[in-house]
């Protein structure tokens, strides 16, 4: 998010925000995450307003080149694998998806639905172990019981933000962005929330939705102001809630965190 905001400020527009677009870092005392890929990326002004973009309305819609499945991949990693599931649609923006031109805020509300599919897209942590040996394998293929098996698919209401006319899913979204209990609806449906307990342990789960509410909250209040009712969620808005979140529930991951602890690696490379 941070380093999506420096790009913003010095007018680079990433336009593809997305799961497969972000990676976390090894160490925990160096950077903590990278935003990669900027095949889409395109340079604007610096900060440009909204007001402006919407006058301008390019309709760059951006278009994987294979269909997208919502089909779990198998265990021993045929089938469809997590790339073409997710492919681009689930993050793009009600905006951008309507066919309007894509600003700094577009990029924004990407992250929001990456951090909401992120806990409906795995089965929790990793185990200690298997994060030992992709260590040990410098994290460039699957360990243990593997990644694709530790995916899950999504719940029904979030699969079909993968497939279909890019109109209707802009209205799946704007309709959790829009209404008080749009994603609480989402996040309260029978499947969702058989979704999260078998994902996520049971002292994690409130935490989890606490975190979902607040931040659709955000951008539910920033569309009474702005043109078209859009979304206008700033970087430093969004990171506010964020951290506001981590410090107020510091101790779950000292409690639930499988990660190993690598004291020898400073001197590696």
């Known amino acids: 998010m941070k380093g999506n905001e420096y790009l913003t400020s010095i007018g680079i527009l990433h336009r593809d925000i997305s799961e497969n677009n972000i990676v976390l870092g090894l160490y925990p005392w160096e ?8 095949d889409m990326a395109i340079l604007q002004d610096a900060e440009e307003s909204t007001q402006v973009s919407l006058a301008q309305s390019t309709n760059q819609l951006p278009q994987p080149v294979e269909r997208y499945s919502t089909k779990p991949a198998q265990p021993d990693g045929t089938g469809h694998v997590k790339g073409l599931r997710t492919g681009t649609f689930p993050y793009i923006s009600c905006n951008v998806l309507r066919g309007k031109r894509h600003t700094h805020f577009d990029d924004v509300e990407s992250f929001l639905y990456v951090l909401l ?24 293929r699957p360990i243990g019981s593997g990644r694709l098996s530790h995916m899950r698919s999504w719940p029904n209401k979030l699969a079909k933000w993968a497939d279909g006319d890019p109109q209707d899913i802009s209205q799946l979204k704007y309709f959790c962005i829009l209404h008080d209990e749009g994603v609480t609806d989402l996040v309260d449906s029978v499947e969702a929330k058989v979704c999260l307990q078998n994902n996520w342990p049971e002292d994690l789960q409130c935490p989890i939705r606490s975190l979902l509410e607040d931040t659709f909250t955000a951008f539910r209040k920033s569309t009474k102001a702005t043109p078209g009712r859009r979304t206008e969620v700033s970087h430093a808005q969004f990171i506010r809630i964020l951290d506001e979140w981590l410090v107020n529930h510091s101790g779950l991951e000292l409690k639930f965190s499988n990660c190993p602890d690598f004291k020898d690696s400073r001197s590696i490379g």
């Open 117 to 140: 599919l992120f806990f409906f897209s795995y089965a929790g942590p990793l185990p200690k172990k298997d994060l030992e040996d992709a260590h040990e394998e410098g994290f460039v």
């Open 31 to 38: 950077e903590r995450g990278y935003l990669i890929d900027f």
